[in-house]
């Protein structure tokens, strides 16, 4: 997942921002990048260490402890709804501060981004 949100986010910073361009939702989309890829290597190495001794991963009949891999997959979830609805609100505030679209090409734009939703 960590994989397609990157390349959501850098193909944004490429098509609503032009280079030398640096405005408040600029830095929102490197803020969401890096709490992204931040989040995903802090989830990916709770998922591997999930057991105390790692090995009891694949011998349960060892002495130790296991945690709950549902937490971790909660959390993973809310993350994801999180930085979908910061994406999708970015981008709606980016189409609509256009100057030089027209309204109605505006409202078809608006349309392609929030077809995610379904």
């Given at each position: 997942?960590?994989?397609?949100?990157?390349?959501?986010?850098?193909?944004?910073?490429?098509?609503?921002?032009?280079?030398?361009?640096?405005?408040?939702?600029?830095?929102?989309?490197?803020?969401?990048?890096?709490?992204?890829?931040?989040?995903?290597?802090?989830?990916i190495c709770s998922?591997?260490?999930?057991?105390?001794?790692?090995?009891k991963a694949w011998?349960?009949?060892?002495?130790?402890?296991?945690?709950?891999?549902?937490?971790?997959?909660?959390?993973?979830?809310?993350?994801?709804?999180?930085?979908?609805?910061?994406?999708?609100?970015?981008?709606?505030?980016?189409?609509?501060?256009?100057?030089?679209?027209?309204?109605?090409?505006?409202?078809?734009?608006?349309?392609?981004?929030?077809?995610?939703?379904?």
């Amino acid at each position: 997942m960590l994989l397609v949100k990157l390349a959501m986010l850098v193909q944004i910073l490429r098509v609503f921002f032009p280079r030398g361009v640096r405005t408040k939702s600029y830095y929102f989309v490197h803020f969401l990048i890096w709490t992204n890829v931040l989040y995903y290597i802090a989830a990916i190495c709770s998922v591997i260490f999930v057991c105390k001794p790692i090995e009891k991963a694949w011998k349960p009949w060892m002495t130790g402890k296991c945690y709950k891999v549902a937490n971790i997959s909660a959390a993973t979830a809310i993350m994801n709804v999180v930085s979908d609805v910061a994406l999708l609100l970015l981008t709606q505030r980016v189409i609509w501060n256009i100057d030089k679209v027209e309204r109605k090409k505006k409202i078809r734009l608006c349309v392609v981004f929030l077809a995610a939703l379904v």
